[in-house]
């Protein structure tokens, strides 16, 4: 079937499969692969997209689903070559270690401050909670974000 | 130059916040194929036929089955080669290969499936390592596999009971029964561990293709290149420089990547198919492929009125599954430390390593230890409260100091130990009141410490190339699984050579290219291929000094190395920088240098004492915990966490913190809810729905994470290892505190769920609930 989306600011017409999933269009149509999938079930995180500016498990949403939306994935970050403030945030409290769910965790940083620019450290573990950092890299996600929250533009969009 | 000792940023950051990293599972070769297993519903059983007719009969597939490998003895393993690519004749694990099928899509490859029949007989099956030791136990491997050339064997007929017993460790010292007759007191107990999952994010993945000189090119997300091409050689009839093996970074590991797991079974269907074919396991089969092992401790203490332990008997029954992997190396490691970092005159430490039908356990950070940590710390908080000691001070009283000689044999040397310990107790407020809970809630605090060993012997070797521009390369087989390899061992080449950080670029693996590494397991990059690279880089200095002596006419022990350029002391103004002293050698602005090293640890233990020089390294840890429970539900919290590791020296203190912070979580997950579920065979959990691992949610309110630096001799700069170290006594500290909590109630068995929170206060009347 046609889907008409807006992917990183370009709009596409895209023909998919009934049952393809947003990850599938993302990564095997699309070629973008920062977006990475750990769990298949929508538990994990490391999926994460915005559509219409809210975090999603890309896993779980079909490609059709996102007809007439706006999707945004880690390649859409950062402007003009210069990192996003969250990015820079995560960069400057080395809040990563081996990488896969930070694609999944930036976006949903995003979805969280555009939701709340000024979030608590509770609220922030709250929101993120369904994203899973097994290397353990949570303080310092929880410092990236308040670094974001207090950059100018809060970090949201 | 200050590159030691600081956080510098990572050098694979710009990658990861942007998402342009590249993992195994990105992988895209023209005309690849997608591979998909066939596995055994069946816990243990003989496979009577396999029929692949119809699934070969659709068009673009290729099917992999035993009959395709009858010239090969394919079986694989680290220590026993008892592993098939796929099963020859018997299941032994619900998830156990039976098939490969290879399509153009995962989807076709998936359907395809549908359309092998298999016949099976279901056998008898075990699923308790001790029951599955006993001599009446049915047997999963009624023939004994050969032991790998890299494993010292062990004579696992020692150790019977059944053949299901593959391995077995055993050293002694003193005189047992005259220890516990000299003990006032005598503990004896029973600690279990289930098996728990990794959780790498990244699941297993692999590309493999042959060309056609009949070489092998793999690309894998292994923790260990370099034994993995030896496996792939091995099994294919092989040698070396035909097998190819590239790491791409890794997505988390943990040890569920370390030695072959997937790739040959990957290179075989590519042979069949004479095209490339990737395999990306489903989470599903991450939880076939890889669990810690499960372990029952039983463990006997006798101790004197003051508190001195003076006798301890071991014996830890390690749940291998289905087959050995690591578990003969991860047993004998926790064998001998079973008797803790304490000085104890009379022990008796035994392990065996045990199949059973469950999916095979392999290694896992912590390594064999964190098994016997639950055990022996757990008991020593029972001692300390039936002799009425501090739980803190009985240990102060026991543990080990610098000069002594181990149970192996080993002399340990500066432990930082005891000052890991007070720096929880003092983070954690040890010895100050607890603070009051809230109604229907108790509140307690816990303290354990732990030693761990480092794999021994192994080897590493570095390249380092010094461009004509002054950049560095190095060239190194260690893998980038998210420990920040790649910037701590830029940061000792650029101590060494006084260059910028920046200024060095750290290989990934890639062994037509980068020399042999042993594999990036055991806490064991930062020293041993930090040390190769170090040593690298002072021979390049070497040459840069000897080329320099000649081009600035000066003696070479007059000459200094700073901020990129070789001087003479004294008169900074002859000076020659790195860039012109190859232009002037090489008459050319272009050209390198070379600088090559081996780092070789000795030791090993002898087969028959257990005894011999166990490591060449060990590390130190504490943690200290508080933790409220509730009375009512029995659920448990952890409020406050601190940790502490001896790193020898923190080359960069930001990404060992992060160490001591993830090990500190997966403990923390393995102590109060984590655990893989069988149920007559099958496991029930093997989804991230049912299986929970640390969030957000679960972080302590309060963390702290202490760094001890007690140099080391041999590791650069004085560098130890920290990526196991913290998870040991995470997990201790955490159930001395709950039982603290609770009057003394102790739970035994991990995970310390509700359920077994309250059975504990239920068994315990007297007990504050």
């Known amino acids: 079937m046609k889907v008409g989306v807006q992917i990183n600011e370009r709009e596409l017409e895209l023909e998919v499969a009934t049952n393809s999933t947003l990850i599938d269009l993302l990564r095997e149509d699309l070629g973008l692969r920062g977006t990475v999938e750990g769990c298949g079930v929508g538990v994990c995180g490391s999926c994460t997209v915005l559509v219409d500016g809210r975090p999603v498990s890309s896993c779980l949403v079909l490609a059709a689903d996102v007809d007439g939306r706006v999707v945004t994935t880690i390649e859409g970050l950062g402007r003009n070559g210069a990192l996003d403030p969250v990015q820079e945030a995560f960069l400057e409290h080395q809040a990563f270690q081996c990488g896969y769910c930070t694609a999944g965790m930036i976006m949903a940083v995003k979805g969280l401050l555009a939701e709340n620019p000024r979030p608590s450290a509770a609220e922030a573990k709250d929101y993120l909670s369904g994203n899973i950092c097994r290397c353990g890299t949570y303080e310092e996600v929880l410092g990236a974000v308040a670094t974001a929250a207090a950059s100018s533009d809060g970090g949201g969009d | ?769």
């Open chain 2, 1 to 769: 130059m200050t590159a030691i000792g600081t956080s510098v940023a990572r050098a694979d950051g710009p990658l990861k916040v942007t998402g342009q990293v590249q993992y195994t599972v990105d992988t895209q070769l023209p005309g690849m194929l997608h591979a998909k297993v066939l596995r055994s519903p069946y816990p243990h059983a003989r496979v009577l036929a396999v029929d692949a007719t119809a699934a070969a009969a659709r068009p673009g597939v290729v099917v992999l089955t035993a009959a395709d490998l009858t010239n090969l003895d394919h079986a694989f393993g680290v220590a026993l080669r008892d592993q098939p690519i796929v099963a020859i004749d018997r299941v032994r694990f619900v998830g156990d290969p039976v098939a490969a099928v290879a399509a153009d899509t995962p989807e076709a490859a998936e359907a395809a499936l549908e359309f092998i029949d298999v016949e099976y007989e279901p056998l008898e099956t075990v699923m308790d390592p001790e029951a599955a030791a006993a001599d009446d136990a049915p047997v999963l491997h009624p023939v004994e596999r050969p032991r790998a050339p890299m494993f010292v064997g062990w004579p696992a007929e020692r150790f019977r009971g059944s053949l299901n017993v593959c391995s077995g460790y055993h050293v002694e010292q003193g005189d047992l029964d005259a220890g516990f007759a000299s003990a006032d007191h005598v503990f004896e107990d029973t600690y279990r561990v289930p098996p728990i999952h990794h959780g790498n994010l990244e699941p297993h993945a692999a590309v493999a293709s042959w060309d056609h000189r009949g070489h092998l090119n793999v690309i894998s997300s292994t923790q260990s290149p370099s034994i993995v091409r030896l496996q792939l050689a091995e099994i294919f009839g092989l040698t070396e420089n035909q097998v190819r093996v590239v790491v791409p970074y890794v997505g988390g590991a943990y040890g569920s990547k370390v030695y072959a797991k997937i790739e040959p079974l990957v290179a075989a269907i590519a042979r069949k198919a004479g095209r490339p074919v990737r395999l990306v396991l489903t989470r599903e089969e991450v939880f076939a492929t890889a669990a810690r092992h499960a372990c029952t401790v039983h463990i006997r203490t006798g101790v004197r009125n003051d508190g001195t332990i003076v006798a301890r008997e071991v014996r830890a029954f390690y749940d291998t599954g289905a087959y050995a992997d690591t578990g003969p190396r991860a047993s004998k490691k926790g064998g001998y430390l079973a008797g803790g970092p304490y000085r104890i005159e009379h022990q008796s430490l035994t392990s065996y390593c045990v199949y059973t039908n469950k999916a095979p356990a392999v290694a896992y950070r912590g390594f064999g230890v964190p098994q016997v940590v639950w055990a022996y710390e757990s008991q020593m908080d029972d001692i300390a409260a039936r002799l009425a000691i501090d739980p803190l001070e009985l240990r102060r009283r026991n543990l080990i100091r610098d000069g002594d000689t181990f149970v192996t044999g080993d002399v340990l040397r500066n432990p930082g130990l005891d000052e890991a310990l007070e720096a929880v107790a003092e983070a954690g407020d040890w010895g100050s009141p607890v603070p009051e809970a809230r109604p229907g809630f108790a509140i307690g605090r816990g303290v354990a410490c732990a030693i761990k060993s480092t794999s021994t012997p192994s080897n590493s070797a570095a390249s380092v190339r010094l461009n004509a521009d002054g950049s560095v390369h190095l060239l190194t087989s260690s893998v980038e699984i998210g420990q920040g390899s790649t910037t701590a061992l830029a940061q000792v080449i650029a101590e060494t050579l006084s260059i910028p950080v920046s200024r060095v670029t750290v290989s990934l693996p890639d062994t037509d290219v980068t020399p042999f590494d042993q594999s990036t397991i055991s806490s064991r990059t930062t020293f041993s291929v930090g040390r190769a690279a170090t040593d690298a880089a002072a021979k390049i200095r070497q040459q840069l000094m000897s080329l320099a002596a000649s081009q600035l006419e000066a003696a070479v022990t007059d000459l200094d190395v700073d901020e990129g350029s070789v001087f003479v002391r004294g008169s900074r103004d002859r000076s020659l920088t790195f860039a012109e002293i190859i232009r002037r050698h090489f008459g050319s602005p272009a050209g390198s240098l070379f600088g090559d090293s081996v780092f070789q640890t000795r030791g090993g233990l002898d087969p028959l004492t257990g005894k011999g020089k166990a490591s060449a390294t060990w590390f130190y840890s504490a943690a200290a915990a508080e933790v409220e429970v509730d009375l009512e539900t029995g659920k448990a919290r952890v409020l406050r966490i601190a940790t502490s590791a001896d790193v020898g020296k923190a080359i960069n203190p930001a990404q060992c913190h992060l160490q001591n912070e993830g090990s500190m979580l997966t403990a923390l997950g393995s102590a109060l809810f984590e655990e893989v579920v069988y149920d007559a065979g099958q496991p029930t959990n093997s989804s991230f729905l049912d299986y929970g691992m640390p969030s957000l949610e679960d972080h302590p309110l309060e963390f702290h994470s202490i760094l001890v630096e007690h140099p080391s001799e041999d590791g650069p700069f004085g560098a130890r290892g920290v990526g196991e170290s913290v998870i040991s006594p995470v997990a201790p500290a955490i159930g001395n505190a709950v039982a603290a909590a609770l009057g003394g109630a102790r739970v035994r068995e991990l995970p310390i769920s509700p359920e077994r929170v309250l059975a504990a206060v239920d068994q315990q009347p007297e007990a504050r609930a």
